[in-house]
């Protein structure tokens, strides 16, 4: 089992196919499709996520718009050269995946509670650059960060977070090189990107919206001290 996997970068999301499975790529002969998971909000919004899997998870009709799936898996991150430019690309990496019945929810078997909105990923990684600190016209405080999250094989992934209120004044005094968790939900968002011939292109943004953070190192030091000096008596 990738014991990385279960310590660094984990999460599980549970929402309904929207649109068809498309072919991404294809490795030693093990062909992946990506397709898109509609994850509802409590404020009634919907993030579109995107997810990439294996032709040796799909069965017939699992990926049929509208089927309500359980997903497990990582959030992912890759580089795409265009326009003589890298562009970084996010994807959720199905580890495994659970068809759901709309009427049972899976309750007795405790995969997820009716009603519960299911959208939580868990990240442990190292600041690459230094957290952005602004404030809407409205006042809300807000931090962008850059998370590197380790993975097998000496890769890294590169997943852009977002911090809200007292996290977001939290991480503007952080170190790049700083160790963090943080918990929370995969999110997508629109925006404009203007071209230089005047041109507007529509695209989407996929991010980490945090509900925790924690440093790591400091914990690390700090139980490093404590068995220092009880060793010392």
């Not at 984990?10 to 294809?26: N, R």
């Not at 990926?63 to 996010?90: A, M």
């Not at 945090?210 to 790591?216: D, M, N, P, Q, T």
């Amino acid at each position: 089992m990738d014991t990385n996997y279960l310590e660094n970068n984990y999460l599980t999301l549970v929402g309904k196919v929207t649109g068809e499975k498309e072919f991404s790529h294809e490795i030693y002969g093990e062909r992946f499709y990506i397709f898109k998971l509609g994850i509802p909000r409590l404020s009634g919004n919907e993030d579109i996520i995107p997810i990439t899997i294996s032709e040796r998870l799909i069965q017939q009709d699992t990926l049929q718009e509208g089927k309500k799936l359980l997903v497990k898996g990582q959030f992912r991150s890759y580089n795409s050269y265009e326009n003589e430019k890298n562009r970084l690309i996010l994807t959720v990496f199905a580890k495994d995946i659970i068809e759901l019945e709309e009427k049972e929810i899976e309750e007795e078997n405790d995969i997820v509670r009716k009603d519960t909105i299911t959208n939580e990923v868990v990240l442990m990684g190292y600041l690459c650059k230094k957290p952005i600190y602004r404030q809407t016209p409205f006042g809300r405080e807000i931090s962008d960060i850059l998370l590197a999250v380790n993975r097998a094989y000496n890769k890294s992934d590169y997943i852009p977070c977002i911090a809200w209120g007292r996290n977001a004044r939290f991480c503007q005094n952080l170190e790049v090189g700083s160790q963090v968790k943080v918990v929370g939900r995969v999110q997508s968002r629109s925006y404009e990107k203007k071209y230089e011939d005047g041109t507007v292109q529509t695209r989407i943004a996929y991010e980490v919206s945090i509900g925790s953070l924690e440093v790591i190192e400091e914990k690390m030091e700090e139980s490093k001290e404590e068995a220092e000096s009880q060793e010392a008596v």
